[in-house]
């Protein structure tokens, strides 16, 4: 075996060395997260620097002496060290690194070529990390590393005294110094596969955000505190905090966990870091943080709630152990932070449709009850004038429907309650018109609530609008169980609606004065989301609707 392939031999063993070690800062939490990172902090970079100037005067001290000359891996680490996390880490590694080795051996064949090469490799590095893709760093790496070697072969030719000398010397430590370049594509592609860990972390983060929205889901349809608390039980539980709170931008909102005791909801916020997020909008992550309220609390993640980009509130984890919020829990907590945020402005605005849906329902129920009130009291005075006695149970009839309807606090009411309200009606109303009107009921046995006055006006609509204008005829009114819901029908014998009417119900297009039929329609239609279906009929009308049964 030729010695050159020895030194090569030898080169590739210390090259190991300085990768075994590169392995096992890897395994170590904090080295791993900073690998993990885009942006590293002046602190981390610093660590960063000094590790691997280190490894590169190892390099430089584990060299085989060659005729003054050292066969070493100093530019493997510098080019290393550079690639991977920057011009700062590889210029400052090189400069370090090359006038250690200028010192060592001041006056020396080969210091100065050495000392140029070192600061070139550490700028070349920067360069590779700047402007060249991830994927293919590590074979520009072996190149410029080469050619640093190169150069510095060229160097020693140019500065050596005698060149005889130079040449000797290139002569031996040539071909290994150049060939074991290509360790550095073996450094940078172990530590990028540590690297693109962080994509598997990302997904698995991503995961369990969304399962934590999932679980959450169902306590943002109605957010109080009750909710609220609920969601902060299940983000601490599936993350493992110690505490979770929710607040707004003045007040806690809910507290769940370590120190919940010394916490009031709806307390005034004391934390200045607290108060700082939520005026910048921006994340804050504190390690070895003093809480005011629980001391014993030392590690901190606020991330701001943002509706229509203002900040509306804070998502806090707490954790007692000191240095908790890793590289991984902040991504995943970043990521719920924005769901919850989403959540929480499409709960509002869900609130906000609720509330705007039973002021409309209210609205239109308030304009049927003068209307029919109206109609009765018609009823009643014609009867009075030729039976007395039948008007006073009128009186008393329509006297017990009112009071059921201003005593009614529930907004559904049950089916038989809701006939109820029609059958005294329809007294009223056969007292009025006697022999011309017939009402017939058809109803099944169900078990189902729907609003109050949803059934009598479409009576009403079918009596005067039908029943009257053509002369006697007949209403049914029907109940019917179709298995999975239940249609509510009102039919009558009469002159029959026209198409023009049923069109312009339908396109919202309805005079001031017909209001019974298109309330009834609009209340329908925003409580099961369909309206009414009209029918033609021959002779008459038929109008309906469904009621799909609640799931037990």
């Not at 999932?214 to 943002?220: G, I």
């Not at 945020?341 to 709960?347: D, G, R």
Request: net charge neutral; with cysteine.
């Amino acid at each position: 075996m030729n010695s050159s392939l020895e030194m090569l031999i030898q080169v590739f063993e210390r090259a190991a060395l300085l990768l075994i070690c590169l392995f096992f800062l890897t395994r170590v939490p904090k080295f791993k997260e900073s690998l993990h990172k885009e942006q590293h902090s002046l602190s981390e970079k610093i660590i960063i620097t000094l590790i691997f100037c280190l490894f590169a005067i190892f390099g430089t001290y584990s060299g085989i002496k060659v005729e003054g000359s050292l066969v070493n891996v100093r530019i493997i680490a510098i080019m290393s060290g550079g690639i991977l996390f920057g011009p700062w880490v590889g210029i400052i590694t090189g400069i370090v690194s090359g006038v250690h080795r200028f010192l060592i051996d001041i006056g020396g064949v080969t210091s100065v070529p050495c000392l140029i090469t070192s600061i070139i490799a550490g700028i070349a590095s920067g360069f590779i990390n700047l402007k060249i893709k991830k994927t293919q760093r590590w074979i520009y790496g072996i190149i410029a590393g080469m050619g640093c070697e190169v150069l510095t072969m060229l160097l020693i030719l140019a500065m050596a005294e005698p060149f005889k000398l130079g040449l000797d010397i290139v002569s031996k430590i040539g071909f290994p110094m150049i060939a074991g370049e290509v360790s550095i594509g073996l450094i940078v592609l172990l530590v990028m596969s540590v690297e693109d860990e962080k994509e598997m972390i990302a997904a698995k983060q991503a995961k369990l955000a969304l399962d934590i929205a999932n679980k959450t889901l169902p306590y943002f349809r109605s957010i109080n505190t009750e909710s609220l608390n609920k969601i902060c039980a299940i983000i601490k539980d599936q993350i493992h905090a110690d505490a979770v709170a929710i607040t707004d931008t003045e007040t806690v909102l809910a507290y769940v966990g370590f120190g919940e005791e010394r916490y009031k909801i709806g307390q005034e916020i004391i934390s200045d870091l607290t108060k700082a997020a939520i005026r910048s909008g921006e994340i804050t992550i504190r390690n070895h943080v003093a809480d005011q309220q629980t001391p014993e609390i030392q590690s901190l993640l606020i991330m701001p709630f943002e509706e229509r980009g203002e900040v509306t509130g804070s998502l806090k984890i707490y954790y007692r152990k000191a240095s908790k919020m890793t590289y991984s829990l902040q991504t995943m907590a970043i990521g719920l932070s924005q769901i919850i945020s989403n959540l929480m402005e499409i709960s509002r605005v869900e609130q906000i449709k609720e509330a705007a849906n039973k002021a409309e329902l209210k609205a239109l129920q308030t304009k049927i009850n003068p209307h029919f009130l109206f109609n009765a009291l018609n009823a009643i005075a014609s009867t009075t004038r030729h039976n007395p006695e039948k008007a006073r149970e009128l009186i008393v009839t329509l006297s017990s429907y009112m009071r059921y309807n201003l005593e009614l606090s529930d907004e559904f009411i049950d089916i038989h309650d809701a006939l109820k309200q029609v059958h005294d009606y329809v007294e009223i109303e056969q007292a009025r018109f006697g022999s011309k009107l017939q009402v017939e009921y058809n109803i099944e046995k169900v078990n189902i609530k729907l609003p109050s006055l949803l059934i009598q006006p479409l009576v009403e609509n079918a009596i005067i609008h039908g029943i009257l204008p053509k002369g006697p005829g007949t209403v049914i009114i029907a109940v019917n169980d179709l298995g999975d819901k239940v249609r509510i029908s009102v039919k009558d014998t009469g002159t029959g609606i026209a198409d023009e009417v049923i069109e312009n119900l339908y396109r919202d297009n309805v005079p001031a004065n017909k209001i019974g039929l298109y309330n009834v329609h609009q209340r329908v239609k925003l409580i099961y989301g369909k309206g009414l279906i009209i029918k033609r009929l021959s002779p008459g009308t038929e109008v309906y609707f469904d009621i799909v049964k609640e799931k037990k």
